[in-house]
């Protein structure tokens, strides 16, 4: 059983940056792909990045060259840094972990999920 926490979240400018964090605890954290998803008040939950555990990354289409997912297998812990922040970025942002990197934007493939951070930005 593999547990998630996200920290990080906040109300920034546009414009502005925050970086998320997502540590993991239980079962092998390190060996699992890990994802990071976003869900705005009345619209679907949907993939933002994701990054394997070798560190193969992949985005959204809506946060490439913007955002950077990363990793610290010693740690357990995954990061999102995310710049030139948009009001159309604001939600809820959760961290996923799953033990492949297959279907890596589909929600229902991850195994864990975190509780979430909100991240709100102001125009």
């Known amino acids: 059983q593999v547990q998630l926490v996200e920290s990080g979240g906040g109300l920034v400018q546009a414009g502005g940056s925050l970086r998320l964090s997502c540590a993991a605890s239980g079962g092998t954290a390190s060996r699992y792909a890990r994802g990071w998803f976003r869900q705005a008040p009345g619209k679907e939950r949907e993939f933002v990045a994701a990054?394997?555990?070798?560190?193969?990354?992949t985005y959204a289409d809506s946060v490439k060259g913007r955002f950077t997912i990363s990793r610290d297998n010693a740690k357990n812990t995954v990061y999102l840094q995310m710049n030139s922040l948009e009001p159309e970025d604001t939600a809820v942002y959760y961290c996923?972990?799953?033990?492949?990197?297959?279907?890596?934007?589909?929600?229902?493939?991850?195994?864990?999920w975190g509780q979430g951070t909100q991240v709100t930005v102001s125009s």
């Open positions: 990054i394997s555990w070798t560190g193969s990354r």
């Open positions: 996923a972990a799953k033990n492949s990197f297959s279907n890596y934007y589909v929600v229902e493939e991850y195994d864990y």
